[in-house]
């Protein structure tokens, strides 16, 4: 006990500069983990559940849309075992700021295509029967208190109703699981029956399920065969592939993380060995007077290593702390841009291994100045 406070009083000698390098620690780990979520996000490996998918949109350009009439001659495929089609919405929920993932899709094959997103046979039922229907993932559901029956007014920006209103209500049906965040599915019908007549019999990308995973390479090639000549072409392929593709239009988000964090570090590395060496310098008398009173050569340079690796782990597990609490916000209002904004338990122990690691560097020249200290010398200098 009186080891830590002695280690504890030695850190804080200094209050102002301890804090500021503590600080500076905290937003380094927060940064940190932000960056590894948002990496992993982009760059995630295939799940199990869509290895057999593949995704077909426009040659040209993924904004562009598809004729609707793709779907069912894709379909006809005995290569493709189902196919479904998704467009993006856009719109909000009241206010601008409320805005998150909304397609338009065919209730029965998009979640037979998505088996990981379970829903209910009775709510995909009212899914799928009444044309004004709409499913929201349970964690949408719980962010606006919606219940099964609700009327949800969504304020478009895109697709007016052939009408003229910019509003469109849904019935809520129910929930289902999603792993993404936010998501909100309404009926496809619905919205080809109402929106404005250049919208109508248009999709913005097809999701099918091939037959023979193994061959899923020929079957990209048989679907793009299938309309190369025609005015829509398409462009195929693996599900994983296309995360990545649109990855790559924002950049190496991989690449351009861990440059980030070896700036951060390599800047942290350089301010707080600076303070470690500044803090030595100081107490070199007192570190003397310790091995007067009997502190061997060995526990007064532990004392100084512990310190640095104590203020590093110290600051590491902060601001692994205010990572983890800001990932449950981040992860409603990121997901829909990046995927799921995950936080793994692997990333925290590496933040927290990192922290360690990085004390060790830090403190390990004042403990190997602190070990070869004579107090002879050590003294003169007072």
Not at 141 to 166: K, L, M, R, V
Not at 259 to 266: D, K, Y
Not at 281 to 299: C, I, W
């Amino acid at each position: 006990m009186k080891l830590i406070s002695l280690l504890w009083g030695n850190m804080f000698r200094k209050p102002t500069r301890t804090s500021l390098t503590f600080v500076s620690l905290v937003i380094a780990f927060l940064l940190f983990m932000l960056l590894r979520a948002i990496s992993d996000a982009f760059s995630g490996g295939v799940s199990l559940e869509g290895m057999d998918r593949i995704v077909i949109d426009s040659k040209y350009s993924m904004t562009d849309n598809l004729p609707l009439s793709y779907v069912q001659q894709i379909r006809s495929l005995d290569e493709v075992d189902q196919v479904t089609s998704m467009s993006w919405f856009g719109g909000y929920y009241r206010e601008p700021r409320n805005s998150f993932a909304t397609y338009p899709v065919d209730p029965e094959s998009y979640f037979d295509i998505f088996p990981e997103q379970l829903i209910s046979a009775e709510t995909l039922g009212r899914f799928n029967n009444i044309r004004v229907s709409a499913v929201a993932s349970e964690a949408l559901a719980a962010q606006y208190g919606w219940n099964p029956g609700d009327t949800i007014p969504i304020i478009q920006d895109i697709f007016p109703q052939e009408n003229g209103s910019w509003t469109w209500q849904f019935e809520l049906a129910g929930t289902f699981e999603y792993s993404g965040g936010q998501l909100l599915l309404i009926n496809y019908d619905y919205f080809n029956e109402a929106v404005i007549g250049w919208g109508k019999d248009q999709v913005g990308w097809l999701v099918g399920r091939v037959a023979d995973p193994p061959e899923v390479d020929s079957t990209i090639q048989l679907i793009d065969g299938m309309f190369e000549n025609s005015s829509d072409p398409t462009r195929s392929t693996t599900e994983d592939e296309y995360r990545r593709q649109f990855a790559s239009q924002l950049g190496d988000i991989g690449t351009i993380s861990g440059m980030i964090l070896m700036a951060v570090f390599f800047t942290i590395i350089l301010l707080t060995g600076n303070t470690a060496a500044q803090a030595f310098a100081e107490r070199v008398p007192e570190l003397a007077t310790m091995k007067t009173l009997g502190f061997s050569d060995l526990s007064v340079a532990a004392l100084v290593l512990a310190e640095a690796v104590a203020l590093c782990v110290c600051g590491g597990m902060v601001g692994v702390g205010i990572a983890l609490l800001l990932e449950p916000g981040l992860n409603a209002n990121l997901s829909e841009m990046v995927g799921s904004f995950d936080m793994s338990g692997q990333s925290a122990l590496y933040a927290l291994g990192l922290a360690t690691l990085l004390g060790l560097i830090i403190g390990a020249y004042p403990a190997i100045s602190a070990k070869r200290l004579t107090i002879v010398d050590a003294l003169r200098e007072r």
